[in-house]
């Protein structure tokens, strides 16, 4: 997989464009399947089959799903998993997926400071 280089003002973007539920709750399903996720028409049967099936996405524009994977593809590829993590942590909210997104995120950096879920390599 290639880097792309993403600056601070780039991640906040790409954060705030997926949403910190949506990086909190899919980046480890995103880790775990990064080869599947980086083929176009892989791709895009995940975001048809997350906005099938994902409660709080029932109801969203296809389009505006695919710009969050979109988005979270561009966090990892970027390097900023570690970055992006704390920022779901750090967010200061109350609504249950935001919560429920944020022990997801602390519970993901311990498996990765762990060495149980290892990030990618880029060339």
Request: glycine residues 2%; proline residues 2%.
């Amino acid at each position: 997989m290639d880097y792309l280089h993403l600056s601070n003002d780039e991640l906040i973007e790409s954060f705030e464009s997926a949403s910190p539920w949506f990086v909190g709750l899919y980046m480890e399903t995103f880790l775990n399947n990064l080869s599947f996720l980086c083929n176009r028409q892989s791709k895009n049967e995940f975001t048809y089959d997350i906005h099938r099936y994902d409660p709080i996405l029932i109801d969203e524009n296809l389009l505006d799903i695919y710009n969050r994977v979109e988005s979270l593809l561009r966090i990892i590829k970027g390097n900023r998993v570690i970055d992006a993590l704390k920022m779901v942590i750090e967010y200061d909210t109350d609504t249950i997926y935001d919560i429920y997104a944020q022990q997801e995120a602390i519970y993901l950096l311990s498996l990765i400071n762990k060495g149980k879920i290892l990030l990618p390599e880029f060339n």
